[in-house]
């Protein structure tokens, strides 16, 4: 018995000392500069921000109803555009495409070169009116389409989601010539500004199509996506920039049941919306496997060094306290979301009258998948869970795959980096995955470097704007975001070049 106790003890001794030898060699993997760079980008932020807040007057709403869209705006926000970066409009071809959307061309000096692509969308969705409030009321602070800076805010839709991606870019283009008249870059660099974002994205696709053709692929592709957040990561007091390396798939079914109609006093046994609530009851209680791997995995890599005892031990033995780290994860939405593919019952609808029974009942369940799982696994996984012949399952528009994660180790993702490093050197960059949805993934045939990220810094709280009310960005964000793309243009584009 002592042999065995002695025995058990050396190997909880060794055990001990592997935790503790992989937590002090888990090193940080952030990049190291200098500091800041002083003058990335000299702009008067205040003129900027009222280019921007003029911007967001410009309703430029996408509706589900194409009947719905409104040229005009659109074109009132490109003249605005031309009014306002004169120096890109002369030193950049403007095309529009699509007849709203905008893709200027900064022809490099070697057209060898890969070209660089900074995209952005200049649609936004519809604002709701308040609940109770009178009509026309929105709740918001200050009205969502005034474009209005206040309290060091510039408020409306837009500011987050996303004209703020696209008055940056011209802004840092604009400073970049100020500076450096007649400048030309080293290798072409597309700007692929949407008007259609928030809802098909068909001009996105015509964009990725028409740089295809052109050649060479793309070196890097930059969308929207994750931001900078602050508190919201776990043992991590600083700045946490997460670039979205992936975005999760898409697809939304359909579940239809029929029944017999007729009188509510003489129901059958199991009827039309009773089958239907049961089959999402069912989806909801056997939700897909979750995967600690691929970005969510590679997040901790990038953010578990910089995390506090004992999160860092946790973070550098996930090969031994990885159960254990996915349970916690699994315990909050937003942390679930990482690692499986969402289930999500957005509607359900049946009947017509209380005292009548339905001829159908249908619900709709939109899933966001993780990469790992595909649309076919997931189709498999509704059929087998919902396992009743009379429900009719049905693929409802037209399903994305998640997508290919870029690899944090590549050049590109270094250049990113280190172009926000050097503008906010205390920031953790770390690689993530986006759980919602952006055009980029139109590239990804083209060129395995699509990173979606946005260098605006928010908080949990600041979360519900986008979508939501009192979408506002402050000037201090948006000075950072102009200064951020002058510096990723400086070390892409402007830098020698790197084939």
Request: glycine share 8%; aromatic share 6%; net charge neutral.
């Amino acid at each position: 018995m002592k042999r065995i106790l002695r025995l058990l003890g050396l190997l909880i001794l060794a055990l001990v000392a592997v935790l503790v030898v992989r937590t002090l060699t888990f090193r940080s993997r952030q990049l190291v500069v200098a500091g800041a760079v002083p003058d990335a980008a000299p702009v008067d932020v205040a003129a900027a921000a009222a280019r921007l807040g003029r911007a967001v007057q410009f309703p430029t709403v996408s509706t589900d109803d194409p009947a719905g869209r409104d040229p005009a705006p659109f074109l009132g926000l490109h003249a605005h555009l031309s009014e306002s970066f004169p120096k890109t409009h002369a030193a950049l071809a403007r095309e529009i495409v699509d007849g709203r959307s905008l893709l200027y061309t900064w022809r490099g000096a070697d057209p060898a070169l890969a070209p660089a692509v900074l995209m952005g969308h200049m649609d936004v969705v519809p604002v709701e009116q308040k609940a109770g409030a009178a009509a026309g009321g929105t709740g918001w602070t200050e009205p969502p389409f005034s474009g209005r800076v206040q309290g060091g805010f510039i408020w409306g839709r837009g500011t987050l989601d996303d004209k703020v991606a696209v008055l940056s870019i011209l802004e840092a283009v604009e400073s970049l010539l100020a500076q450096s008249p007649g400048a030309r870059p080293q290798r072409t660099v597309y700007l692929a500004f949407s008007h259609d974002e928030e809802v098909e994205g068909s001009s996105a696709r015509l964009m990725a199509e028409m740089i295809k053709q052109r050649g060479p692929a793309p070196l890097m592709v930059l969308d929207e996506g994750m931001v900078i957040t602050q508190g919201l990561v776990m043992g991590v007091s600083r700045p946490v920039a997460l670039v979205g390396t992936a975005q999760k798939g898409y697809l939304t079914v359909e579940l239809l049941a029929q029944g017999q109609g007729g009188h509510s006093s003489m129901p059958p046994a199991h009827s039309a919306v009773g089958a239907v609530a049961a089959a999402v009851e069912r989806l909801e209680a056997h939700q897909l496997a979750p995967h600690l791997s691929g970005p969510a995995n590679e997040l901790f890599d990038f953010a578990g060094p910089e995390m506090a005892l004992p999160l860092r031990l946790v973070m550098a033995n996930r090969w031994l306290l990885g159960p254990v780290m996915k349970s916690i994860l699994l315990s909050g939405p937003s942390t679930a979301a990482i690692l499986r593919t969402t289930t999500a019952a957005t509607m359900i609808q049946g009947g017509v009258k209380e005292n009548v029974l339905p001829q159908s009942a249908r619900a709709v369940v939109n899933f966001r998948l993780v990469p790992g799982d595909s649309v076919k696994s997931v189709l498999e996984h509704v059929q087998a869970t919902v396992a009743d012949s009379s429900i009719a399952v049905k693929v409802l528009g037209a399903p994305i795959e998640p997508s290919h994660p870029a690899d944090p180790g590549s050049p590109q993702f270094q250049i990113l980096a280190r172009s926000l490093r050097e503008i906010e050197p205390e920031t953790v960059v770390a690689p993530a995955l986006m759980l919602g949805y952006a055009d980029a993934h139109h590239y990804e045939s083209m060129t395995p470097d699509v990173f979606r990220f946005l260098p605006v810094r928010l908080r949990s709280e600041d979360l519900a704007r986008i979508h939501g009310t009192d979408e506002r960005v402050s000037l201090e964000d948006y000075g950072r975001c102009i200064r951020f793309y002058a510096q990723l243009l400086r070390n892409t584009a402007l830098a020698a070049p790197a084939k």
